[in-house]
């Protein structure tokens, strides 16, 4: 073989794995369209990475994930959710609460989604049934409107004595209008009253436990919303400075210094949103996968708050606790 001829087949041969590299179909790319910051969602995104390599979609290897978070701002909601569709991700993961789900399905009916929501999403008009959800979009729902009910009963069964409780409410957030509602007339056979107090900021938030205290509660409960989850260090610092029972709606407050909370778990949620997000990347179609609804819910109580607080915390709510912080 002439000298000339090996280097061309040589310099040829050499280019072939580019080629075939190049040849190679471009990874999936999921859009993740959170409510708050990066650091109020570790956890759950963590969960949600869980999700997609039980479905076989590793980050940064087969799957790439584009992030948006507006910070608490819901207002930012709907040009992060057309930003992510002008990308033309596969997926969309619309979570943290309605406002992203929401905004998600306003910008798109043909790219799937996956929500992690409180209220019901039929009522929403995000889904036709639980069982059929028809469109572009599932995922999971946590019924938080319906756990408010329950939390006030924890109340009660802490405080019996107590009639006027207080909640606060981010009247920016969706469903926001159906917790109290919802709240209201489960304190009607309970002999309580339920005043409301509404914040959308941190500021707000000062200004509206100010405003509770003057009307003299005897408790405190919150509406379930992403905003408040972010703040739940500042809501908790509050209530202590004024010694004011409460309880929240995920376990991160009860751990962070808060009296007690009842939820279910953000962890199984968000990986089964990651499950279902990888089964769309592998075929399934949103309208063919039932909305899923939690199975697992933890009551939480921190005995070293209620010791700060003054109160003793009944055997028999104690007994029924999943989780006891001292």
Known sequence: MRRREFITLASGAASWPLAARAQR?????????????????????????????QAGYTEGQSVAI???????????????AADLVRRQVAVIAAVGGEPSALAAKAAT???????????????????????????????????QSELGAKRLGLLRDLLPKVTVIGMLVNPTFADA????????????????????????????????????????????????????????RQLIALAARYAMPAVYFWREFAVDGGLMSYSPSLAQAYRQVGIYTGKIL????????????????????????AKALGLEIPPGLLATADEVIE
């Open 282 to 305: 592998n075929g399934a179609k949103p309208a063919d996968l039932p909305v899923v609804q939690p199975t697992k819910f933890e009551f939480v109580i921190n005995l070293k708050t």
């Open 177 to 232: 209008e159906s917790h109290v509602r919802d709240v209201k007339e489960a304190a009607l056979p309970l002999g309580m009253q339920i005043h409301v107090a509404r914040a959308r900021t941190p500021d707000d938030i000062d200004t509206a436990f100010a405003t509770l205290v003057q009307q003299k509660i005897g408790a405190l409960m919150l509406a379930n919303d992403a905003f408040f989850h972010g703040q739940r």
């Open 25 to 53: 179909p471009a990874i999936p790319v999921v859009g993740f369209l959170g409510t708050t910051t990066p650091d109020d969602f570790a956890d759950r995104v963590a969960a949600f990475r869980e999700g997609l390599r």
């Open 66 to 80: 584009e992030y948006r978070w507006p910070e608490g701002n819901y207002d930012r909601l709907a040009a992060l």
């Open 109 to 143: 009916a043909t790219i799937p989604i996956v929500f992690s929501i409180g209220g019901d999403p039929v009522r929403l008009g995000l889904v036709a049934s639980l069982n059929r959800p028809g469109g572009n979009i599932t995922g999971v729902n946590f019924f």
